[in-house]
């Protein structure tokens, strides 16, 4: 449902000749398929602390970034305005990433709803000098050890 409505997008702006829609819209999936060969070249490895952020920034705050922009854009706000929402949605994207990501390390399979496995991947690809992310796998495996 979420590619039938961001294809959605790209339609309506087509249709309303809204070139600088079109150009955020080609510049996120741009940047989104970019995370996505990028988590997938990095998946098995340790990451530095900038190659992760460049990755969150690619698989989900360019997401919250271009969102305010669009919507300043839509509004007719000036540029200052469109550079200060989509710095806004930038930060905010990285935040909740990685709130998203330490959940993944150290919630449980029934508070995340989603499987534990699925998170595994994700947590080989942490920077090491990422003390939250290091100390929450290692309770994590702590944790799975005194249940077996």
Avoid at 65 to 82: N, P
Avoid at 135 to 142: E, F
């Amino acid at each position: 449902m979420g590619d039938w409505l961001y294809m959605q997008a790209f339609r309506v702006a087509l249709e309303e000749r809204n070139f600088r829609v079109l150009e955020l819209l080609i510049g996120l999936t741009q940047q989104m398929v970019e995370g996505e060969l990028l988590q997938m070249e990095c998946l098995g490895k340790f990451i530095s602390e900038g190659e992760y952020n460049d990755l969150i920034y690619r698989k989900t705050a360019c997401l919250f970034e271009v969102s305010m922009r669009l919507g300043t854009v839509l509004a007719g706000a000036d540029q200052a305005t469109e550079d200060a929402l989509g710095s806004y949605g930038r930060n905010l994207g990285l935040a909740f990433q990685i709130v998203d990501d330490v959940l993944d390390l150290t919630a449980t399979e029934e508070v995340l709803g989603k499987p534990v496995a699925a998170i595994c991947a994700k947590a080989r690809q942490r920077s090491p000098s990422s003390t939250p992310s290091r100390t929450a796998a290692h309770r994590r495996a702590s944790r799975d050890s005194d249940r077996a």
